[in-house]
């Protein structure tokens, strides 16, 4: 629909949903601040808050957390990552032969694209469990790959999924953002594949990584990143929204409420996409 509207209608809309993203954040600040706590006292990114601070005090971390963490993984990897596939056949009241035999090539089939078609599930699945005991919740995204031609899947961590204050759920929500951090190459890719407008853009020197929420400071810590000098690699944030608005310019709606895909690059506040959500 970006396509079709009009650029004053879109870059308002866009302007409106940017102001709601940073009222947003504001109110989910504390949920990042004890995220990055829980990171920071598992003692693997050297910088544990409090003990001693004498000269010679020891600053040995007890391992309960990390370790608190890694059994939560692995006993819920025994249970949602069995070697033989997760999925097993339900069929609803009395099934025949044929039905049984379809569910059976069914189960086959989507075992098999866990196990070995999408070659990425497993790795992400263990970084969704490690850190889910420190984050409360953590999400896993799916999409349809054009390029390779499979689904895919990536874990999207919490502090990236914002929430405004008035939601009780992910799923009731009036607004859902991802925040994504993503490199020029994947951006054009993205406009060669139809997933967003193709507009005059401008990028920055700087990544994105200045507004980086304290738990991904941590996070980073903990894997040995340093946030580079250069930004090469063309990093932009963008901002995918699902929402319910109400537009008078979509001929199926009439002005009524329904829901909508919202997509927003931060740094120059246009519309990338916006799609019916139904």
Not at 200 to 216: I, M, R
Request: aromatic share 8%.
């Amino acid at each position: 629909l970006a396509e079709v509207f009009d650029e004053g209608d879109l870059t308002s809309l866009a302007m409106e949903y940017l102001d709601y993203i940073e009222v947003d954040k504001e109110a989910r600040k504390q949920r990042d601040k004890q995220y990055e706590e829980g990171l920071r006292r598992t003692g693997l990114g050297k910088d544990a808050p409090g003990g001693a601070t004498f000269d010679g005090a020891s600053k040995v971390v007890h391992p309960v957390m990390a370790e608190a963490c890694v059994d939560f993984a692995a006993s819920s990897a025994k249970e949602i990552l069995p070697c033989d596939g997760l999925v097993k056949a339900n069929i609803k009241g009395v099934a025949d032969r044929g039905q049984e035999e379809t569910a059976a090539r069914k189960v086959d089939f989507l075992n098999w694209q866990l196990t070995e078609q999408v070659k990425e599930y497993r790795d992400e699945m263990e970084q969704l469990l490690t850190q889910l005991p420190l984050g409360g919740s953590q999400y896993m995204k799916w999409r349809y790959d054009e390029e390779q031609m499979r689904p895919t899947c990536e874990w999207i961590p919490i502090d990236n999924v914002i929430l405004p204050y008035a939601a009780t759920n992910f799923y009731t929500a009036q607004r859902v953002t991802e925040q994504q951090d993503i490199t020029g190459d994947e951006y054009r890719r993205r406009i060669d594949a139809g997933i967003y407008r193709d507009i005059e853009v401008f990028t920055t020197s700087n990544a994105p990584l200045d507004d980086q929420t304290q738990s991904s400071k941590a996070n980073a810590k903990i894997e040995g990143k340093t946030e580079p000098s250069e930004n090469i690699d063309e990093l932009r944030r963008v901002y995918e929204i699902t929402c319910y608005l109400r537009l008078e310019e979509d001929p199926l709606t009439d002005g009524r409420r329904a829901p909508y895909i919202l997509t927003i690059d931060e740094t120059s506040g246009k519309v990338l996409a916006l799609r019916r959500n139904w």
